[in-house]
């Protein structure tokens, strides 16, 4: 079977689970207690207006008419309006997406900048006062819920250091938004030269990315530790040692290349993770991301941006798992023959 | 000596990488924070409508009474011994956009001038078509003055709102309203400009209330510059406004979803004021009074907490069970433990500063010993320990903090409590529907009238709001009889009477009455304290 087949047949696959996640969104906010037309209503309201207010948000349909509609509107791109902002789903998370990815990815970033060679190290020094001193560094790290090390961080370097800046969101006060590139505020003041946003944009991202990258560091050094010590104890790497190569291409080169092989799996998974994760830290630093608006949403029972936001981790996931196939189908050639 | 090159290249990665991070961390403070003109809050509302009839979020309704003039304003005074602050007292006015009025008709009209020179955005001249149009709409649009302008304004037609002249308007009532001037101070009440409202109305819409959720479209000190929820809300001084520029040209309020980083951000001086609902728990606020650089400033209000205790379920149905309960409450340890001293204790429905109160009514007092007879007289004790749910909503600290001490105490006279902790939204749908058996409820009546806060709570009528279901004939023809009677001796002694029954009836578990908190800055002044509970930014400045 060729690749393109493998590809082919993946991506068939989606669709079934796509479909799946639209069934469990909808489910999710039907089963939910709590009438969204009551809260719309407000406290003063007769009954007859509360039943008008359901006739108009079409709550009084049968299941599988509202399950239709919920479908049809998504495929217009239509996910609903929001009641606690007043603005469609769609614009609030036009607004909120870039925010959440940009927290995302400069935690991926530092989970992988201080976890590969962190595990590298601790191979190397196995059993000495570096790896005990990552072994101690990943308890803490898995340990600690994030809330908690957020809210230290924030204590530390915001209010006792003062050399964090003040958590109230992306940028500080007087420094404008870059213009609108990727919406990642980072990669767009870099491209457009703006440079006091970029070095606002990377400030207010130090803490909130420090500690949501920190928390995933800890499983991805224990792996890369893990399949390095046993790639080194191959007998490839023997043959290399033997054959008198340099250690510095030894271990980069034929070592840490094969042991990453694994790691790929895992960031998809910490992707994953991660998406999640945000919805604690965002709300500990304000950050003005959709996990943040997720808990606001749940808490005052606001149907769409609900299942918006399952629907986008799940997309999300769906995205990441068949990225993560793909790049192994290419990386692996036994896997897309299987 | 290679892993020693390795161990430095690791260095290089990881320290370098965080040493870029933090090399911008010496930036300056910023530019906003130190522009003494803006005025920084943080809060953890976000606009959900813009619409002035409607029931908003507090952000919603902040935005209103900031960027809308009402036809006039609650009064507010300077309040002794806190200097740079003021609040209102009942049955004072100040005029607003009328500038002054009158009564006719033995008081069933009232008639308003409306002042000359003030002009909307537009450029068009702010006048009595303006003031009739804004109560058109709140009669005739869904919200909240679709239901108060005909039961307490007594107009149920938009031909009894009348335009003498280009600056007289006159509200025609079918008699003397004895809450009319309240009712017409309402931030609800917003002047619009009907223009502007009319060239956004459509034949389903005719009142525009779409359009009116995400725009402004009248007159006020302040206008809405940017609204990015989960981020800010910006407010500017408006240009040309008829009464003297405010003192803050700008308020930025920061949307702050965690309360620590809310207490931080006080500490740091990076925000100026915590606002909200209450923004900051009583335990904080405690401990930053004292804090150098800020100050508390607290005055007692009139938001009742109470429990509900379902009338019609049993074995709450028992008057004897019910005061029991009232017997059991320990609010002596509550206030100072929960509270932190920012409150009041209740004595009756009626809050302490509302007219007509009578604090002596009330029997009550933490007596365990008469709590237990109680339950032994109601008969129900055979079936101790009886099981009962505990119904609050989550996010609510005081009342999760209180529902302990009342759990413990309930389950000495012979209860089985099970606290349920519920969002806002299923705590309504259930309330309302009579799911809850006792529940942590509280209420705020914007109109400080003792038969405003008794139709809405004790009425049978009032479904929705009666959180206690209680239903009792005796009460309800007290209430229709004095709702709209103008007699103040008259009003105030049948007040004394409802409360009478009420204690007797032990329709509430008493717990107390709030004190308005704000926590803020030493140098801001000029707070004012309204019915309502939003703040008006308007007068406050740095001394």
Known sequence: MGFGRYLIRRLLLVVPTLVGVTLITFALTYLLPGNPALVKAGPLATPEYVADMERRMGLDRPVYVQYWRYVRGLARGDLGQSASTGRPVLDDFRQRIPATLELTLASLLVATAAGIPLGVLSALHRDGPLDHLARVLGVVGVAMPTFWTGLLALYVFFYVLGVAPAPLGRLSPGVSAPPHLTGLYVVDAALTGRWPALASALHHLMLPALTLGLAVMAPLARMVRATMLEILASDFIKAAWAAGLPPARVIYHDALRNALIPVITLLGVIFGFLMAGNVVVERVFAWPGIGNYAVTSLMTKDPAPIQGFVLFVAVVSVLVNLAVDVLYGLADPRIRLR | MQTRIHRRSFLKATVGGAAALSATASARRSAWAQDPRTLVVAWDSDIDTLDPAQFKAIAGYVTIANCYDTPIAWKVRPIEGKPGFARSHPGEFDPAICESWATEADGATLVFKVRRGARFPSGRPVDAHAVKYCFDRGLQSPGYMRIVIPSLLQV????????????????????????????????????????????????????????????????????????????????????????????????????????ADRVLLLKRKAVDLVAGRPGLTPKNVKALEGEPGLKVFSVPDTTCHFLAINTQKPPFDNVKVRQAVNYAIPIQAILPNVLQGYATPMTTPIPHLTPGHVGTLSPYKYDLDKARKLMREAGVLDKAPIPVELALRVGFVAHEQASVWVQRELEKIGFKVAIVKETDATFRQVAIKGGHTLSFEAWQSWVNDPWYHLLFNFHSKSKFTNASFYSNPALDKLIDDNVNEVNPQKRLAAAREAQKILVEDAVWGFLWYDSWTRVMKADLVGLEKRWDTFERYYAVRRA
């Open chain 2, 156 to 259: 149920s037609s938009p031909d009894q709102f009348e335009v003498r002249d280009d600056h007289t308007f006159a509200i025609k009532m079918k008699a003397p309203g004895p809450m009319a001037m309240d009712i017409v101070a309402l931030s609800n009440n917003a002047i619009l400009d009907p223009e502007e409202v009319r060239a956004h109305a459509t034949k389903e819409d005719p009142w525009a209330a779409e359009w009116l959720k995400r725009n402004l479209a009248g007159i006020g000190p302040y206008r809405l510059t940017k609204n990015e929820p989960g981020v800010e809300v910006v407010l500017e001084a408006t240009p040309g406004y008829w009464r003297p520029a405010p003192y803050f040209q700008r308020i930025v309020f920061k949307f702050v979803p965690n309360e």
